[in-house]
């Protein structure tokens, strides 16, 4: 940033002492804002990677897939400090649908389908995340729901080359745009929670394996 000064008090001319004082001053006022911008993106770091952690934890302690959907959902909005949490799956025809939603509204969103035409699905399911400035203006949004946004984060759930869906954050209409740590956070948190999902799936899948092999057990006993 810039220090200016303008006039001097009684009107007189700024002395070289003057110059030096106020060189000092903005060295040390860089020097504190660069340290404040340091703390500042280690503390969202941290939050954003228990955020991670609370979702991989909560994910494997076990519940069916909605409930596992709804968590990430969830998460999502509370660490991107955003409107909604959105996720959506692979729907019909190449769309992707909203199946859980975190907002103070969610049944008006749970449902709805965006289709294969979107550009914005395209990316996706390319496994390519997409940043809107103004969701509402934007013309690669073409659902009514982005009528009420503003910035948003659409991420691909993408692990080992599979993309199980999309997840987005978006926050409301004049809120302000999302940083470029937040972008890169929430990249890693979106392929942390594809992840835990797919982690989730596995166990569940497991269970009712052994559940089946209990059975056929007891029915040859």
């Known amino acids: 940033g810039n220090l200016y000064l303008t006039e001097k008090q009684h009107g007189a001319e700024f002395s070289d002492y003057d110059l030096h004082m106020v060189r000092v001053l903005a060295t040390e006022a860089g020097i504190a804002i660069g340290n404040a911008r340091l703390y500042e993106a280690a503390r ?6 228990d955020g991670s952690v609370a979702v991989t934890t909560a994910l494997l302690s076990g519940g069916d897939a909605d409930e596992a959907l709804s968590v990430v959902a969830e998460h999502a909005r509370r660490l991107a400090d955003s409107a909604a949490g959105i996720v959506l799956l692979p729907a019909g025809e190449g769309g992707l649908e909203i199946v859980a939603v975190s907002s103070d509204d969610p049944s008006s969103s749970l449902g709805v389908i965006i289709p ?10 390319a496994g390519e995340a ?13 659902t009514r729901l982005a009528d009420r946004f503003g910035p948003s984060m659409m ?12 997840l987005a954050t978006p926050r409301s209409r004049g809120a302000r745009p999302f940083t470029e740590t937040e972008r890169t956070l929430a990249i890693q948190f979106a392929s942390q929670a594809a ?7 596995a166990q569940r899948d497991r269970e009712r394996l052994a559940v089946y092999e209990d059975r056929d057990r007891i029915a040859r006993d």
């Not at 991420?155 to 999309?166: E, K, Q």
């Open 130 to 142: 997409v940043f809107i400035d103004d969701s509402a203006t934007d013309s690669r949004m073409i």
């Open 195 to 201: 992840l835990a999902l797919m982690m989730a799936e």
């Open 155 to 166: 991420l691909p759930l993408h692990s080992g080359g599979r993309v199980l869906g999309a």
């Open 116 to 125: 294969a035409r979107s550009t914005v699905v395209t990316k996706l399911l």
């Open 44 to 49: 969202q770091r941290e939050h954003w990677i």
